[in-house]
């Protein structure tokens, strides 16, 4: 196996000045392998400018809808690729604060309209010439999250692990309110609606990608049937866990 030796799993490789954004590296597959640094980020659309200083951000897939984008200006040398990710919000729009079910419930929603866009996430991920990579939204919580869970399941990352960063984006919020606070989304929030826009448990993740693997057999097989290719994931899988093409086979994991 190519690469360096898999240790102990790091702590989050969060970005400074850049909103709720993380290196999702040291995610674990089924065999134990561990998701290369610098290679892979998730956050919000703000965190774009400061993760082009810090890590020479090459590529972003940003999920957000133009008028999202309308305050956002990437630096000439990022190349963004637009995938608006749209889903109705109104089951989030309760009478008191949304519940894990509410989510659960906005995320099936943009979950299979997200399969070509997670496909196209993992070819990327194949290509180390265009990474890093962000993928951002709004927030970089909920779009964010089905994406990348959907490509990083389809690579072998085990559930436990999605889940964890999923309720990872409330910690962060929590220990800086004021950056959520400076973003378009939140300006018009009270304490209790930021809290409940940024806090969601990692079992709503989990829960949904287990619901989808029974419907569709596997996150690969739903991917595959959206366009994904078993040689790009193969070359994906060797680029950021360090896995030979040639000898690669995907395991599925709980």
């Not at 954004?21 to 659309?45: E, I, N, Q």
């Not at 020479?56 to 995938?83: G, I, K, Q, Y």
């Not at 608006?84 to 109104?90: F, G, H, K, T």
């Amino acid at each position: 196996m190519d690469g360096p030796p898999q240790h102990r799993a790091p702590g989050p490789r969060v970005v400074p000045g850049a909103p709720n954004t993380r290196d999702l590296a040291g995610l674990r597959d089924s065999t134990g392998l561990r998701l290369r640094p610098g290679l892979l980020y998730r956050g919000a659309g703000a965190a774009i400018g400061p993760l082009a200083d810090h890590a020479a951000l090459r590529v972003v897939l940003d999920l957000r809808d133009r008028h999202e984008r309308a305050e956002t200006r990437p630096p000439r040398e990022v190349t963004v690729l637009s995938r608006p990710l749209v889903a109705d919000r109104s089951v989030l729009r309760t009478a008191g604060t949304p519940q894990p079910s509410h989510y659960l419930a906005y995320y099936h929603r943009p979950a299979l309209p997200a399969a070509p866009t997670a496909a196209e996430l993992v070819g990327i991920l194949a290509q180390p010439e265009r990474l890093p990579l962000l993928v951002c939204c709004s927030a970089g919580k909920d779009r964010t999250s089905v994406v990348c869970a959907l490509a990083l399941r389809a690579l072998g990352i085990r559930l436990a692990d999605l889940a964890r960063d999923h309720a990872l984006t409330g910690r962060l919020y929590r220990r800086d309110p004021a950056t959520a606070r400076q973003q378009p989304w939140a300006r018009d929030l009270g304490p209790r609606e930021l809290a409940a826009r940024t806090t969601t448990p990692g079992h709503t993740l989990r829960t949904l990608l287990s619901d989808l693997e029974r419907e569709h057999g596997s996150i690969e097989r739903l991917l595959t049937a959206h366009g994904l290719r078993p040689d790009t994931l193969r070359r994906a899988r060797h680029v950021v866990l360090g896995v030979r093409p040639m000898t690669a086979h995907h395991q599925e994991s709980t």
